[in-house]
């Protein structure tokens, strides 16, 4: 009776979600787009490959040809929302928007990537493009700081494991280090790109004490992971799913880990885990079978996140409401999710203990005392009712 009322350990509401602080460390700006901003920056641009003009639509199209069981099909759809953010204008514009339907979605931080070298075919120069987006955030946490909503966005830089630009893009993000940018990421197919041929950008971090993420184990097995970790001293896993392939769960539900599955939990070793995206790829086959569920039992720093709005026709509040849905998650699983991902932000650890101490906390207190009041107001109802 009383499990629509939440307190710490019930149900949350589609509403109670929206409003919860939510902390987000895997999002891709180009994968994060309104359908109709793609439609009015094609029409500004003349870019004239998009498969419908009609936002409605063309969200559809997006989502639709994304849900095609194989990372490489995925990626495909990308060549559209990169190729309407090719001027200053565009990306100001895509990033402004991008921290304000965060906010709107009750996301307090987020760290939003993107590849700087996707973005150089109007003649801007990298630094331009790291520029630009970094404008479009703080206008966006403006405006969203104006309708009452904080959010603080912090960039990283992305090199495609493709190509052959990491280290260059590891010096980018070095020199706009305490300006917006927070880390470095290598995305792109996985298969046949291993993350060791950038082993000399991973190290010129190292050495500048910097921070990076890694995409490994979502289209590929534990090889990826491990020499994500081993070899090129990944601080956070990007997805990680596979890492349930070195996890055995007997018939008696004793659970056995492996060496590398063990050495992940033990070294906290933050998953950003993107459900939503890894069904439509095929790293999983249903919500109820990803691997979130059981890793989040076994206490693995597990984490929550979109990576790609638009493409997974997604945000954090649907996540935490399939999370809900399927595994029953409370408001005080929400807080461990949230508190786990602001833990293993790349801001110092000062500001991530103040995020957690001043915001998500107090923001979950709240939620979670608010059905002390409506018992309150309905036990009162029914003594009137009563008496
Ligand atoms: O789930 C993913 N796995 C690997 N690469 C991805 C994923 N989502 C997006 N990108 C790639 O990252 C680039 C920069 O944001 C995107 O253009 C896309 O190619
Ligand atoms: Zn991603």
Redesign the pocket.
């Known amino acids: 009776m009383t499990s629509q009322i939440a307190h710490g350990g019930s149900t949350p509401t589609s509403e109670q979600i929206r409003r919860a602080p939510k902390v987000l460390l895997h999002d891709?700006?180009?994968?994060g787009l309104r359908p109709g901003t793609v439609v009015d920056l094609a029409r500004a641009s003349g870019y004239s490959q998009l498969p419908d003009h009609d936002p409605d639509k063309l969200g559809l199209w997006f989502r639709e040809a994304a849900d095609s069981g194989s990372?490489e099909r995925?990626?495909e759809t990308?060549s559209h929302?990169?190729g309407v953010m090719q001027t200053r204008d565009a990306l100001v514009r895509v990033a402004r928007e991008c921290a304000e339907d965060l906010a709107e979605d009750g996301v307090v931080y987020a760290e939003v990537?993107?590849?700087p070298e996707?973005h150089l075919e109007g003649g801007l120069t990298l630094e331009e493009v790291v520029e630009a987006v970094n404008e479009g955030f703080r206008e966006g946490e403006r405006l969203a700081r104006a309708q009452g909503r904080r959010i603080r966005v912090g960039a990283l830089l992305?090199a495609?494991r493709h190509a052959a630009r990491a280290l260059e893009i590891a010096e980018l993000a070095n020199r706009y280090r305490d300006m917006g940018v927070v880390g470095f990421d290598i995305?792109?197919?996985?298969a046949g790109h291993p993350p060791t041929r950038h082993l000399d950008a991973f190290e010129y971090l190292k050495r500048e004490n910097n921070h990076f993420t890694i995409?490994a184990g979502?289209?590929f097995g534990l090889p990826s992971i491990w020499q994500a970790l081993q070899w090129c001293g990944a601080d956070r896993l990007?997805?990680g799913v596979r890492i349930i392939d070195d996890i055995e769960v007997a018939e008696d539900g004793t659970v056995r880990l492996g060496r590398l599955a063990s050495y992940v939990r033990d070294k906290r070793v933050p998953l950003e885990m993107?459900p939503s995206?890894n069904l439509q790829?095929g790293a999983a086959s249903s919500y109820a079978e990803h691997p979130i569920g059981l890793l989040r039992r076994l206490h693995f720093r597990v984490t929550v996140n979109t990576?790609?709005r638009l493409?997974s026709h997604t945000s954090m509040s649907r996540e935490f409401e399939h999370l809900v849905e399927t595994f029953g998650c409370t408001l005080d699983d929400m807080q461990w999710f949230s508190v786990n991902a602001m833990k293993s932000a790349f801001i110092p650890f000062d500001e991530r203990l103040a995020m957690i101490n001043d915001v998500i906390k107090p923001g979950y207190a709240e939620l979670k005392s608010e059905w002390l009041f409506q018992q309150t107001a309905s036990t009162r109802s029914s003594v009137a009712a009563d008496g």
Do not use: K, P
Request: with cysteine.
């Open positions: 891709h700006l180009d994968g990372l995925y990626l990308f929302t990169v990537r993107y590849a996707q992305t495609m995305a792109g197919a996985e995409h979502e289209a990007g997805h993107c995206s790829t990576d790609n493409m």
